[in-house]
């Protein structure tokens, strides 16, 4: 449909709840972080730091397929062919 007709209707609406912001805020706030990777690899050397940020792609990854496959468990989104909101997961 029309681009207004779909706003009407909640589809991809602009209203973000309190969670949703403050995952936004956590988001901005570490992303400047990531230009002071190349100091945190000298002051603490090179294996520390490796682990560290591989254990934390091991969590993000799992945390993500656990997401995806909550999403699918969906009644009527096993394609995910629905427009699910963060919030009707976790629920």
């Known amino acids: 449909g029309s681009p207004s007709k ?3 209707e909640g589809f991809g609406g602009k209203s973000i ?3 949703a912001g403050c995952a936004l805020l956590i988001n ?3 992303g400047p972080g990531v ?8 002051e603490a050397g090179w294996l520390f730091p490796t682990v560290a940020i591989l254990a934390i792609w091991l969590m993000t990854s799992l945390s ?3 997401y995806c496959e909550a999403m699918r468990r969906i ?4 394609f995910f062919n629905a427009h ?5 997961i976790v629920k």
Request: charged share 15%; hydrophobic share 40%.
């Open 35 to 42: 230009p002071e990777l190349p100091n945190l690899f000298v």
């Open 84 to 88: 699910v909101e963060y919030t009707t």
């Open 28 to 30: 901005n706030i570490t």
């Open 64 to 66: 993500s397929a656990m």
């Open 17 to 19: 709840g309190f969670f």
């Open 6 to 8: 779909v706003a009407k």
């Open 75 to 78: 009644p009527g989104n096993e």
